[in-house]
């Protein structure tokens, strides 16, 4: 079973990514900064994160940066965001993202996206 950390300061948002993600049959973690994340991965190993880019302590970029830096393998991470502008998404994938998504991911899109990155299906 393929296992997803997501990586939300919101228990709402956290919900949602969960339960289209469980629903689907993948295994799901929670981090609700990317401080406890990175603990997390050093604890245990993901197939792909699902990461928020506005949280205290530790934002998305931050904790991509960090993680795309260990020496580990490195599984996919979808950046979920309400931010919209061209700028927010170059650093996205600046800071290690393989795609950029806006919020309120609709449930198909993620399963789609989800699945491309972890080599279930092929576009």
């Known amino acids: 079973m393929k296992r997803i950390l997501i990586v939300d300061d919101a228990a709402t ?3 949602y990514h969960r339960n289209i ?3 689907a049959g993948y295994s799901v973690e929670e981090a609700i900064n990317g401080i406890e994340a990175l603990e997390k991965v050093m604890l245990t190993s993901f197939d792909l994160y699902v990461v928020d880019i506005n949280m205290p302590k530790l ?3 931050g904790f ?4 795309r830096r260990q020496d580990m393998d490195q599984a996919p991470a979808i950046m979920v965001s309400t ?4 700028n927010d998404r170059q650093l996205a994938y600046r800071a290690g993202a393989n ?3 806006i919020k ?4 198909a899109e993620l399963l789609l ?4 990155l972890l080599g279930e299906v092929r576009a």
Do not use: I, N, Q
């Open 13 to 15: 948002v956290r919900m």
């Open 21 to 23: 993600l469980e629903s």
């Open 59 to 61: 934002d998305g970029y």
């Open 64 to 67: 991509l940066k960090e993680l």
């Open 83 to 86: 931010e919209a502008e061209p």
């Open 99 to 101: 795609l950029y998504l």
């Open 104 to 107: 309120p991911v609709k449930p």
């Open 113 to 116: 996206h989800v699945a491309l």
